[in-house]
C-alpha cells in the first residue's frame, strides 16, 4: 500500500531563517506530487506541483521554491522565512485525476 | 466565480441525525469530485470520489452529484461524534481545486 511522509511534524523558526520541508512517498512509482498551504479560514492554497523529476510548477509567486531531486521525494524551501509564511503545509500525490492523498502535514510558525 | 464553493459553517446537528453538506461548482463540464475529511491539525483525507453524476454509497456516507444545477451533496447518516471535522469538497478534471471546507460538529 501507499504511505506519504513529512517532517518535521511542527516547526518554529524566526523571520528570516531559511526553511526545508520534506516530502516522500512509498508504494508507488511516478507520482504527481503537491505542496499545498493551509491557512485558518483561507482552505487549501496550491503551491507548487510536479510531475516528473526536476519538473516544478509554481502556481503562486513568493519566496518560496519546491524540488524534485527523487521521483518519491519533494522538498519545499525558502532562503528567507516571512511572518506570513506560517501555516500548515500539506504534501499530496495522486496517479488518478479523481484522488489525491495527502500526508500528515508540518505546522509552521514563523516569529 | 469560484470553481467550488461551500459553506464554512459551523454545523452542529445531533447525534444519530442525518447530515447534508453541500458544495456549487461552476463549470458543468466538471466530471470528477471528491470529498474529504479533515480532522483538526490532521492532512486531509480521501472519503469518496464520484465520476459525473448520481448517486455513490460507502456505509453511512453517500456522495451525490446533480449536474444539471451545479451541486455535490455528502449524506451522513447515523451521525456519531466522532464524524466531528472539516469536510472539503472538491472538483478533479484537470487538475484539483478544493473548497474552503464546512466545519461539522456532532453533539453527543
Known amino acids: 500500500s501507499q504511505t506519504i511522509h513529512q517532517w518535521p511534524a511542527t516547526l518554529v523558526q524566526p523571520v528570516g531563517s531559511p526553511l526545508s520541508l520534506e516530502c516522500t512517498v512509498e508504494?508507488?512509482?511516478?507520482?504527481?506530487l503537491y505542496w499545498y498551504r493551509q491557512a485558518a479560514g483561507r482552505g487549501l492554497q496550491l503551491l507548487f506541483y510536479?510531475?516528473?523529476?526536476?519538473?516544478i510548477s509554481s502556481e503562486v509567486p513568493q519566496n518560496l521554491s519546491a524540488s524534485r531531486p527523487q521521483d518519491r521525494q519533494f522538498i519545499l524551501s525558502s532562503k528567507k522565512l516571512l511572518l506570513s509564511d506560517s501555516g500548515f503545509y500539506l504534501c499530496?500525490?495522486?496517479?488518478?485525476?479523481?484522488?489525491?492523498?495527502f500526508g500528515p502535514g508540518t505546522r509552521l510558525t514563523v516569529l | 466565480q469560484k470553481e467550488v464553493e461551500q459553506d464554512p459553517g459551523p454545523l452542529s446537528v445531533p447525534e444519530g441525525a442525518i447530515v447534508s453538506l453541500n458544495c456549487t461548482y461552476s463549470n458543468s463540464a466538471f466530471q470528477y469530485f471528491m470529498w474529504y475529511r479533515q480532522y483538526s491539525r490532521k492532512g486531509p483525507e480521501l472519503l469518496m470520489y464520484t465520476y459525473s453524476s448520481g448517486n455513490k454509497e460507502d456505509g453511512r456516507f453517500t456522495a451525490q452529484v446533480d449536474k444539471s444545477s451545479k451541486y455535490i451533496s455528502l449524506f451522513i447518516r447515523d451521525s456519531q461524534p466522532s464524524d466531528s471535522a472539516t469536510y472539503l469538497c472538491?472538483?478533479?478534471?484537470?487538475?484539483?481545486?478544493f473548497g474552503k471546507g464546512t466545519r461539522l460538529h456532532i453533539l453527543p
Open positions: 510536479s510531475v516528473g523529476i526536476g519538473q
Open positions: 472538491a472538483r478533479g478534471d484537470d487538475k484539483i481545486i
Open positions: 499530496a500525490w495522486s496517479v488518478r485525476p479523481d484522488t489525491q492523498y
Open positions: 508504494g508507488t512509482s511516478n507520482p504527481n
